[in-house]
Nanobody, 124 residues
Framework: QVQLVESGGGLVQAGGSLRLSCVASGRTFSSYAMGWFRQAPGTEREFVAGISWSGSSADYLDSVKGRFTIARDNDKNTVYLQMNSLNPEDTAVYYC?????????????????WGQGTQVTVSS
């Protein structure tokens, strides 16, 4: 019932910024908590950031706290990930995901719907 499409990835030098967007289609976007995950080559997919359905609370991977900010605009059916002070360790494919329910969870299997991903590459 929810289709997600990410955009905004690209190549950036270390210390730079990118803003990822995830546009959702479906009838109940505001009823889903949203998350961003990432996966680098040869690694497991990991939780990066999540936001409750109202946008009132958020959770972050420790290594991105203070650098990344997640936000959502339910009127536009869009969730964002603002990424500042990027470093090469942030290089990965970033995925948007939706979880039925109000609050964010870090477990991959809690998220029912996934986008196709957008590549973020940070050069040193």
């Amino acid at each position: 019932q929810v289709q997600l499409v990410e955009s905004g990835g690209g190549l950036v030098q270390a210390g730079g910024s990118l803003r990822l967007s995830c546009v959702a289609s479906g009838r109940t976007f505001s009823s889903y908590a949203m998350g961003w995950f990432r996966q680098a080559p040869g690694t497991e997919r990991e939780f990066v950031a999540g936001i409750s359905w109202s946008g009132s609370s958020a959770d972050y991977l420790d290594s991105v706290k203070g650098r990344f900010t997640i936000a959502r605009d339910n009127d536009k059916n869009t969730v964002y990930l603002q990424m500042n002070s990027l470093n090469p360790e942030d290089t990965a494919v970033y995925y948007c995901a939706a979880r039925p329910g109000a609050f964010v969870k870090r477990i991959i299997h809690e998220y029912r719907y996934w986008g196709q991903g957008t590549q973020v590459t940070v050069s040193s």
